[in-house]
């Protein structure tokens, strides 16, 4: 059995005298930042240098809009016309770090995605199962069938796993809200829940989105959630990588959200709480940005997101890539030009992914193989918004990304 939220190994109220930290556990912080909340740069590395600089990189990505204009004004303007090698290598063989792809248990029973699996990537991200969405049932036992089978794919195939996601304000189960707290406290619980799982798969993560999607859909502060509510806006986040470190000591705990390319005012947000973090004490070391971007983005939004996110020193994970042409806000572009520019968004996330020094890239993780597993299909069926066509044979992007990665 995989415990409850009443039975897991944490000893209660532990952490009220052991790990009281410097912030004050169970001071309510605001949900926005004060205008003095600290600035500072993380200690335990040297100041980062670009390999390239800003110029450079947005130079590189003009010049693959460029090429891909170039090829695709050879033939008909539709992805297929943009050549791709034959003998194209696997993304995890010319990459100088992890690729990795998300994954649902049921995957693993079509041998044809779960060879494309192995053949590509080296790293595996659950899509939902690792959520407490699966693993918390109602009377608060935990369940871990299909997370498991992940790992043991991944171990089979000495894939890395990553775990996603521990605390996400979009997910609070019933037996969390409906706790019963004559049996156990509602910190304990969380806590529980945290070395439940990261403890779980202690040995074998190489990283855990611990809090995912922290920062206000507007980005002016933190999210709302039950968590929040119950432990502090701020707390609730500090204490979750305080426990995600008990229960797995050399993990990479990552803070992770998205459109941080597209909303400037959203990423000073972000880094400032990873500052906050880093200040309290809280072993946060790694940020993902999760990538889920259109074709029609400006060149250069996503060389300057991961430039400013590499600002700290720490990790960066691009952790949930993909391209979609549907959410495209210009509607006036064709089929054929959001194709074009769906590979030119590949290249240049590549590109600035390669441009950080080699020890702050941590992971390249594609929100889906192929076209036909993405979960943009069920917003819009006419969606392709994944490096792999529907058969799993590479599309323009997994050339851009296999040139960028070899470069
Ligand atoms: C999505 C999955 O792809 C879907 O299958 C699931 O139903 C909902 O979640 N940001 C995240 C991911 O961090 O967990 C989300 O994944 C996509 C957005």
């Known amino acids: 059995m995989g415990g409850s939220l009443y039975s897991s190994p944490v000893k209660r109220g532990r952490w009220r005298d052991a790990d009281t930290h410097r912030d004050g556990w169970g001071v309510q912080t605001p949900t926005a930042l004060p205008p003095d909340a600290p600035s500072v740069r993380y ?20 010049l693959t809009s460029a090429s891909a204009l170039a090829l695709s004004a050879c033939g008909p303007r539709d992805a297929q016309s943009q050549s791709v090698p034959a003998d194209l290598p696997p993304l995890k063989t010319v990459a100088p770090f992890r690729v990795g792809a998300c994954v649902q248990a049921l995957h693993l029973d079509d041998p044809a995605l779960s060879a494309l699996l192995a053949r590509q990537v080296g790293q595996l991200t659950p899509e939902w199962e690792m959520k407490m969405e699966y693993i918390v ?21 000495g894939m890395a796993l990553l775990g996603h996601t521990l605390v996400w304000y979009a997910q609070s189960p019933p037996a969390f809200e409906r706790l019963d707290e004559s049996r156990i406290g509602f910190a304990d619980a969380y806590r529980n829940y945290i070395h439940a799982v990261a403890g779980r798969y202690r040995g074998q993560a ?25 432990l502090g806006a701020f707390d609730h986040i500090a204490l979750a990588y305080r426990t995600a470190r008990e229960a797995d ?42 990538m889920h971007v259109a074709a029609d983005i400006a060149p ?24 979609s042409l549907t959410r495209a806000d210009n509607k006036l572009l064709s089929r054929g030009e959001l194709q074009r520019r769906q590979t030119a968004v590949y290249a240049e996330a590549a590109e600035a992914f390669m441009a950080l020094p080699p020890r702050q890239r941590f992971a390249f993780t594609l ?41």
């Open 300 to 323: 250069g939004k996503i060389t300057t997101m991961i430039r400013e996110l590499a600002s700290l020193g720490l990790p960066i994970h691009v952790s949930e890539l993909d391209v």
């Open 137 to 157: 049932q109602p009377d608060g036992s935990f369940r871990f069938d299909a997370p498991d089978r992940i790992a043991a794919f991944a171990r089979a195939h």
């Open 206 to 230: 190489v990283g855990w989105d611990v809090v995912n999607e922290a920062v206000a859909e507007d980005g002016a502060g933190w999210r709302d959630s039950l968590w929040a509510q119950r």
């Open 249 to 290: 000591p050399q993990a990479t705990l990552l803070l992770n959200d998205y459109n941080l390319e597209y909303m400037p005012k959203k990423r000073a947000t972000f880094l400032k709480l990873a500052e906050r973090l880093l200040a309290s004490g809280a072993p946060l070391t790694g940020l993902g940005t999760q």
């Open 43 to 62: 200690a335990a590395t040297s100041p980062v240098t670009l390999r390239s600089t800003g110029e450079e990189i947005s130079r590189r990505a003009v």
């Open 367 to 407: 929100w889906g193989l192929r076209d036909r597993d993405s979960w943009l299909k069920k917003e819009n069926a006419s969606d392709a918004p994944a490096p792999f066509d529907d058969a799993g044979r590479p599309k323009a992007g997994a050339a851009a990304l296999v040139e960028a990665f070899r470069a």
